[in-house]
């Protein structure tokens, strides 16, 4: 059983090992298209993340020259970069035209046309009751300020009429 673990051991540090090469080879490469393009060590870290995931980004860029892979490179950065830092809930629809304009750049660049369908469906497939629940959200708030307004408006006229009141029930005094 010992040397059964230890064998699996060595298979899963070998695998991890394997891995963290890729790893360490792909952003080696890709720190390479700095001087074409502008890009920093948080894109490269998503393009690392994503074709790790996503082994044929690499290879639609390897038929082209290095500053054309740059700019491929770039392009995908950004998409990459839109879907891991937007929401539902924060694109408007000039944020979602600019995603789609990358998305059809990457495409025209040479990106798999099916990928970059499955990408650009994360965004444009949203909900359409998210803006009505967003709308009933604002007038649920509008309606609560009013009520609230109009309940503090009650509280001090209760006041007045029960200090009006009071008055009118105090003993008369002889001093």
Known sequence: MLLLSSCHFSILYLYVLKLFTASAD???????????VDLNDSQISLLVEAIEAYPHLWNACEKFSDRFQAW??????????????????????????EFLKLC???????????????MRQRVVTRDHKLDQA???????????????????NIKKELRIL??????????????
């Open 162 to 175: 029960n200090d009006f009141v009071e008055a009118q029930t105090k003993c008369f005094d002889f001093l």
């Open 104 to 118: 059809d750049e990457a495409v025209q660049l040479g990106f798999e046309r099916s990928w970059v369908d499955d």
């Open 26 to 36: 792909t952003r080696t490469r890709l720190e390479q298209y700095k001087h074409f």
């Open 72 to 97: 491929m490179l770039k392009t995908l950065a950004d998409m990459l970069l839109f879907l891991r830092s937007e929401s539902v809930g924060s694109v408007n629809p000039e944020r979602e035209k």
């Open 134 to 152: 967003k709308t009933r959200i604002g007038e649920f708030v509008n309606r609560h300020d009013h009520l609230t307004q109009e309940l503090d």
